[in-house]
């Protein structure tokens, strides 16, 4: 990717954004209408204008960091690769490089979490999910990092069928449907769940604490429009020792998964979480939530996408 000298107008999850920097994202007609978020390079000394206010949460993991402000903002960053402040409006975030990294890291870590930020300005929960499309219809993976969500993915992709987004789901409802949005086209995965699925491939390593890898797909493999969700597989912590399970969930059960697996769990006031919680009462009730269980054996890939497409196919002549 090359820097632009001028703003463009891009899409993902929804949202228009207006960038200097070239996005991997499908671009939009550049309009005098305000895009929903101005991405803009900055220096340090912006980056210190903007965390000024009083933080009120603070959290690190391994080399992330988040700082929440009293005005809502937030600054986010990864040690010794880039940073970001999100504007309390998440109308404008502000990057800054922390030293020579590839654009398609960069992007990966902006259009995931960073822009998760944006989305919860907006009333969108993102899940920490992956989905694909099967038919016109998605379907989606909910689990945390490490449950096999991009590797399942991936499965599909071998099969023929296209990713519409990893790692981040963003959802709209529309009267008693649910539509799922599409993401960037990429997908992260290990080494060995690549060496599994992908026989000729592309990959960037995504930085120096994790082995895993970013794939960037093809216009073929990736799906670029919102399309209904059809059904929310839940990936266990635990998985079954020899057979493929599938299991509809309903009540609590179905629920809580959904509040369990937020994209972004930062941003904890209490709007926020009546906001979370209504969403997942709404959403489990609109969609079959069910649990997978499946042998964690990259053999056994093939026979639970065969058990899945299975399930969606017998979901479809019931409903």
Request: charged letters at 20%.
């Amino acid at each position: 990717m090359s820097l632009s000298h001028r703003s463009e107008m891009y899409s993902v999850y929804g949202l228009t954004l207006r960038s200097a920097i070239q996005l991997p994202c499908p671009s939009v007609e550049l309009t005098l209408a305000s895009p929903d978020i101005e991405l803009l390079e900055c220096g340090p000394t912006e980056i210190l204008q903007a965390c000024r206010l009083k933080r009120i949460s603070f959290r690190e993991e391994g080399f992330w960091q988040c700082s929440i402000f009293a005005d809502g903002s937030a600054h986010v960053s990864w040690k010794e690769h880039f940073e970001f402040v999100v504007s309390a409006s998440a109308k404008q975030v502000l990057w800054r490089k922390l030293q020579e990294v590839s654009n398609e890291v960069f992007f990966t870590y902006f259009l995931g979490q960073v822009l998760s930020y944006c989305l919860l300005a907006r009333g969108i929960e993102p899940l920490h999910a992956t989905a694909i499309v099967v038919g016109d219809k998605a379907v989606a993976f909910l689990g945390d990092s490490g449950f096999g969500k991009s590797t399942l993915a991936a499965t599909f992709l071998q099969k023929g069928y296209a990713l519409l987004t990893d790692d981040v789901l963003a959802l709209e409802f529309r009267g008693e449907n649910v539509w799922a949005r599409p993401g960037i086209a990429r997908v992260k995965l290990n080494p060995d769940s690549a060496d599994a699925v992908f026989w000729e491939r592309r990959s960037i390593p995504m930085n120096s604490f994790t082995s895993k890898m970013i794939f960037p797909l093809n216009d073929s493999q990736h799906g670029n429009r919102v399309v209904p969700l059809q059904a929310l597989y839940v990936l266990p912590h635990k998985p079954s020792k020899s057979r493929i399970l599938v299991r509809r969930l309903s009540g609590r059960s179905s629920f809580l998964p959904i509040v369990q697996n937020t994209f972004n769990d930062t941003v904890l006031h209490p709007d926020r979480l009546k906001q979370q919680f209504a969403f997942a009462g709404r959403l489990a009730g609109l969609i079959p939530i069910k649990r997978l269980s499946y042998p964690r054996r990259l053999d056994m890939l093939p026979a639970i996408a065969d058990a899945i497409l299975a399930d969606i196919s017998r979901e479809s002549k019931s409903s």
